[in-house]
């Protein structure tokens, strides 16, 4: 029997298709070359230095290995020694290497080794054993914490060839150095999976939202996805194939779990079953994160509001959602959660409070109940607007539990992409009865001073917002995506 013709997944209702990759890839957690060096010249002259400038090389490998994976094949003292550590990186596919001079090493010996992985991030760690020169030092000594002349020499030949590298410096044991190549390494992860990810488009942008629209070339080029846009007719075929029993299913747990009003369980079916429909559309096409238009796309079609289902998405299978077709939103989600672990949340800016020199931010329901206090903190309530559908719809309403937050979002700007950066505290304010998941942030400058350098900036309508302080985190992704920042 003939096999069926391969079609574009556009016409076809399979789950194999000419233009989605079969499966989906992998991830390999991060994985670094430890280039360490000495100088074989130097054993001759003094032979008790090489046993220990191994051992303050195997310090540096156990402190990198707590964090990531390294792959040390042992110190690099000769032409022979850089070729078989080259190759041991290329085999273990490294995406980075630290490059660490435990003595002056030649130049032309560290390229050997790093010609072999000329993909990977170079990372010059310009490390020495203690913070101070000490007034007895002799001359193994100075050659055991002499890195600054080799690393000096590869930075001259680096930009002598044009090829790119990061510099970290400081003494072997110092905590914050180790932070800061682990960011670097992560950063480089992050760009690396962006680049591979396909975000699923349902809709487009909401009309009249121009600082929402996007080129996707310039986002496929700048920000690494690919965006692909997904028919509504694939949604609703997908929605069709829920059944009512599974649909009832998930309605009565989220009712089981939470304070419930001015819900009915039928308002609860009609929602999760376009929840588990959007799952189904992931799963089917192989999605990295989705990006939809409820309003009258799709409540009209579904006869239910979109909020919650993207929610029970976000829990459930880790897939992060964005609405209006924010994709700049949706790939800051994307890398929010990625360095902190934690579930971020599609907010709009609301307005300022003086008193508690906070932002109040109100949000479209994309978050999950790990943003509120507790689940005693979290009512399931009707949707705050109606765009077509019958009944009251389900959405969420907390307020966001205490504690360090950061704001952030890509600004599609005339002269390029930018990052906004921003870090507040969330407080502990009265949760309102608005329907919704909304925050109180209290900012580090005067408010009024706050909102007027935002809006002086040309930001979007749009913020996410995730737990944890992690500005640093995304000054580094920023750089590594070769772009600009605002920093508030």
Known sequence: MDK???????????SAFGDILSAKEIRRGAKIGLLGCGYFEYWRMYPALKEIVEKDLQRVAARLGEQVEVVYPGMVDTLDRAEEAGKAFAEARVT?????EGTYLPDFITLRALDHVRGATVILFNTQTGSDLSPTDDYPATMRNSALIGIAQLTGSFQKMRRKYEVVVG???NNDVYRRIWGLVRAQRITADLRSQTLGLLGQVFRGMFDLEYDRTRVKGSLGPEVMTVQADHLIRLWNDVSEAEADAAARSAMKRFTVRHVTLED???SCRLGLA???LVEQFRLDGLCFLGQHYIEKMTGAPARFGASMLMENQGVMVACEGDIGGLIMMQIMREITGNMPLQTEWGQFDVAHNA??????????PELAAGPQAVTLTRSPEEWGFEGSGMNYQFIVKPGPVTLGHFLDTADGWQMLISEGKSISFPCLPCDEIHAMVRVAMPVREYVEKILRAGVAHHVILVPGHIAKDLDVVADALGMRKLTV
């Open 4 to 14: 069926p013709a391969v079609t574009s997944f556009e016409a076809a209702e399979g």
């Open 96 to 100: 980075a290497i630290v490059v660490v």
């Open 171 to 173: 003494e072997t044991d």
């Open 268 to 270: 609860a079916r009609k």
């Open 278 to 280: 959007m799952r189904a």
């Open 359 to 368: 932002v109040f931010l109100l949000g479209h329901g994309i978050g999950t």
